[in-house]
């Protein structure tokens, strides 16, 4: 019950939905020889060998991640990406000067807090609101982004990443998607719709006949993704 409960609770978080599936399936072959104790304990193991090697991945996609920026490069980003922020960090460790654009990415403004991480590690940033982006996608050399869940056929990120992605294909910018592998998961075990959040955080009153709508994510077409940074690196559709 409670796997299911995390689970609803994210449903476009493809690595509950991932290590939830896999502690059920190796708990489910031990119930008749283990105590409860003993299954506890096995499942709090999992869940930690699961976020050790998520620690792990990120490590490793900064290192891959990190060849992808050049000197003197601009670099357009949305949200704020754990996998994103260690290929920024782990470039500028190696003695790359770049800068970075980024989005604000409203509603919930992740994209300043970004900022503040980046501006930290003393690299430059610009920090925008989303819908200047179209000003800016044609003066820098690649755009990154990081996802919630990818499949066979997209990958499902912060609303306004499709946006990005048909600005990319328009002025021919790559744009590249950092991920763990966990997060990969068939196209139909993803879910139909997604989460929409308090309509306050667009407009705080009410007006009469005007209903609000807050939707956090949305699913992008992998054909507009130059290339997908994982774990291993995997190519994928280019636009």
Known sequence: IL???????????????????SILY??????????????????????????????SSIQLIARQ??????????????SASGSTLAILKKAKEEGKTFEVI?????????????????????????LI?????????????????GADSISETSFVNKIGTFCLGLLSKEHQVPLYVACERSKFIS????????????????????????????PYFEKIPLLLCQQVVAREQCQVSHA
């Open 187 to 214: 196209t139909d075990c993803l879910p139909v719709s997604f989460t929409q959040g308090d309509p306050k955080e667009i407009l705080e009153e009410e007006f009469a006949g005007v209903k609000v709508e807050n």
């Open 102 to 126: 980024a989005c604000e990415s409203r509603p919930m403004l992740e994209g300043r807090l970004l900022a503040r991480f980046l501006g930290n590690a003393r690299i430059p940033v610009i």
């Open 26 to 55: 190796s708990v489910e072959e031990l119930l008749l020889s283990h105590s409860l104790d003993e299954l506890s304990e096995f499942t709090r193991e999992k869940a930690e060998e699961f976020a050790y090697n998520s620690s």
């Open 129 to 145: 609101v989303d819908a200047a982006m179209g000003v800016y996608v044609s003066k820098v050399d690649l755009l990154l982004v």
């Open 65 to 78: 991640g990190e060849k992808l920026i050049e000197d003197g490069f601009k670099i357009l980003t949305l």
């Open 3 to 21: 796997g299911v409960e995390l689970i609803t609770a994210q449903p476009h978080m493809a690595p509950i939905f991932n290590l939830v599936n």
